[in-house]
């Protein structure tokens, strides 16, 4: 079915140097996907996860970004309020809302919600790729991540930095659960156990923070901090 609605989840934790990118880049998305395909609406939920810096400041710094801010305990949960409150507020069914998730410490290029758009009137689950960030000192450790990393289609990876699912299937699956980690490789399995319709697509890359620090247990940034 074709999404005649598409909503953006972003969760944060202590990301003001980030988020504005993020959001600039997000709303980059926003136009072209409107320009490209007209009449579909699309909203971007911002969810502040116990933040003590200015990523509030920083969540509003792009008009019309909707910001939640509580002690929500986890990314799964996070996510979680995002998609619900993004849910909730959908014109479109759910069957027609389409989920875009991505990270606080991600940049989307200009063609993303299209080609999340265009897979997801077919599919009800699609994984992207991602691609992280190149520094002058990071060169070797990248190498390493791109031997083992593979960017096409039918890859096996899962980021929530880059998942798009339908609302109706988000419902029926129960959400994200409110995992510390991994929250995005729980909501796939159950997806693809369930007989969701789905795809791996290496045409839908993101570019993601290389940092070796990250805001989860053993997220991206731990496994790149692994490389060495």
């Given at each position: 079915m074709i999404p005649g609605q598409v909503a953006v989840v972003v969760p944060a934790r202590n990301e003001e140097e980030w988020l504005p990118a993020c959001l600039t880049a997000l709303d980059a998305a926003r136009v072209h996907l409107l320009r490209t395909i007209p009449r579909v609406l699309v909203t971007v939920t911002v969810v502040l996860d116990r933040c003590t810096?200015?990523?509030?400041?920083?969540?509003?710094?792009?008009?019309?970004?909707?910001v939640l801010a509580?002690?929500?305990?986890?990314?799964?949960?996070?996510?979680?309020?995002?998609?619900?409150?993004?849910?909730?507020?959908?014109?479109?069914?759910?069957?027609?809302?389409?989920i875009a998730n991505t990270d606080a410490d991600t940049l989307v290029p200009r063609d993303w919600l299209v080609r999340h758009?265009?897979?997801?009137?077919?599919?009800?689950?699609?994984?992207?790729?991602?691609?992280?960030?190149?520094?002058?000192?990071?060169?070797?450790?990248?190498?390493?991540?791109?031997?083992?990393?593979?960017?096409?289609?039918?890859?096996h990876h899962v980021h929530g930095a880059n998942l798009g699912i339908r609302g109706s299937t988000y419902q029926k699956l129960g959400g994200f659960r409110p995992l510390a980690q991994d929250e995005d490789v729980d909501l796939a399995?159950?997806?693809?156990?369930?007989?969701?319709?789905?795809?791996?697509?290496?045409?839908?890359?993101?570019?993601?923070?290389s940092r070796t620090t990250g805001r989860v247990p053993a997220g991206f940034s731990t496994y790149l901090r692994g490389l060495c």
């Open positions: 810096d200015r990523s509030a400041s920083a969540a509003r710094s792009v008009p019309g970004v909707s509580g002690d929500f305990g986890s990314v799964g949960a996070a996510r979680d309020v995002g998609v619900r409150f993004a849910l909730a507020r959908s014109r479109s069914s759910p069957e027609r809302t389409w758009h265009r897979l997801g009137s077919g599919h009800d689950l699609v994984l992207g790729t991602v691609r992280p960030t190149i520094t002058a000192d990071n060169a070797q450790r990248l190498q390493l991540w791109s031997n083992a990393y593979v960017p096409d289609d039918g890859h399995a159950r997806a693809k156990a369930g007989g969701s319709a789905w795809t791996a697509s290496g045409t839908v890359a993101v570019t993601t923070s």
